[in-house]
């Protein structure tokens, strides 16, 4: 049973019979009959919106922190403090407040947190180019191959690099080890915060047979309903179907239903994985229902979304507008376009459409808007028979995008986003 001592960084053969490192004296051991084969790790920052809000005041140490967008807004992040009272990222502010009343409440500064979260990915990028951003503050790592050049085990490599993270930048992070993302992921959640986790090839079954199937990767609240009717409820009573069984089922779904229900998964660690969807939404101070007030809502997302698309280079072919009622029922509506954009102008002329349609008195407190199905930048906006002066069109939204770069958002504005009669807020 190899066993990693987290402060020194030691690897002992045995776990000591004293539950302290023989070298350093300390407590945090991870012992494992795997510990020194495994490679594949998911990086978990700790309330990492919270965490940095703390880090950069002090003051703050010890108090519930809520990151949110106000009253009528949900909860970004809490940290530790405010999560012991209740409070859970996506709640609505106002039962996050009721739960915690003394929480100190910080808008969201999305800079700052880029910010870090770019230096710890440049720290994993030192240790291996198969680095896979799942969102700013987490990530996995394939450290297959790096003993030689780290010198010592991936285990030995992940402690230090936590250790360096909390040492220099004075964030903490959870680590899971394990032989494929998905057990990873599901390691990284065991231990939380400062944790650091394994769960081996060997053990994933028995490790997952009384586990929710909800745990599965992909399967979503309305699977997780069809399976539940299907008397499907633990992982492990996905065992007795055949493979093919399953697909005949749930389609392509079932192929991986049957695999990760024995802890199988065969993805591999994709620095280059694509971007899936672009999207921006506010949250109103109250709810509106008149179109014209949410088409004013509408237009600044459309540009903010535009202007993401531009800077990750891409183009969106599906756009989807994204509603949320009073009573916080989610609606979604789609449309496809003949090809992909970058101009907010499309984007708002199908939102729109959307939007039109699905007002119908109903009160929304929430209004987003998005794109998918992403393509290279190359491929948006070309001219088209329908739209002959589109490629046009595009050129200028890149010279506005580069005028306001050097000058401000608010150096060139067009004329729809002059008026906005909704109490709304900034889009996030």
Known sequence: ??????????????????????????????????LTALSIAHLDCDAFYASVEKRDDPSLRDK????????????SAACYV?????????????????????????KPNMAKYREAGEEIRRRMRALTPLVEPLSIDEAFLDLTGTEKLHHGAPAVTLARLAAEIERELSLTVSIGLSCNKFLAKIASDLDKPRGFAVIGAAEAKDFLADRPVSLLWGVGKALNASLE??????IRDLWPYEEAELIARHGAMGRRLYRMSRGLDDRRVDPDAP?????????????????????AELWPLCETVARRLRKAGLGGRTVTLKLKTGQFRNI?????????????????REGKALLLAAADGTAF?????????????????????????RARRAQVARAVESVRERLGSEAITRGRGLTRPGPGKAPR
């Open 64 to 75: 519930p922190v809520i990151v949110g967008g106000g009253h009528r807004g949900v909860v």
């Open 1 to 34: 049973m190899t066993t990693l001592c987290r402060d020194c960084f030691s690897l002992l053969d045995e776990p000591p019979a004293d539950g302290r490192c023989p070298r350093c004296r300390h407590r945090r051991l991870v012992a494992h009959p795997e």
């Open 82 to 106: 405010a999560r012991l009272y209740g409070v859970r990222s996506a709640m609505p502010m106002f039962k996050a407040l009721a739960a915690c009343p003394d929480a100190v409440v910080i």
């Open 275 to 295: 971007t899936k969807s672009i999207s921006a939404e506010t949250t109103f101070d109250s709810n509106l229902s008149d179109p014209e007030a949410l088409l």
């Open 229 to 234: 009717r299907e008397g499907i409820r633990r």
């Open 365 to 389: 407190r929430l209004i987003g808007i998005g794109a998918s199905e992403l393509g290279p930048a190359a491929e948006a906006d070309q001219p088209d028979l329908l739209e002959p002066d």
């Open 332 to 348: 979604t509506r789609s449309r496809s376009l003949s090809s992909p954009t970058q101009l907010a102008d499309i984007l708002y």
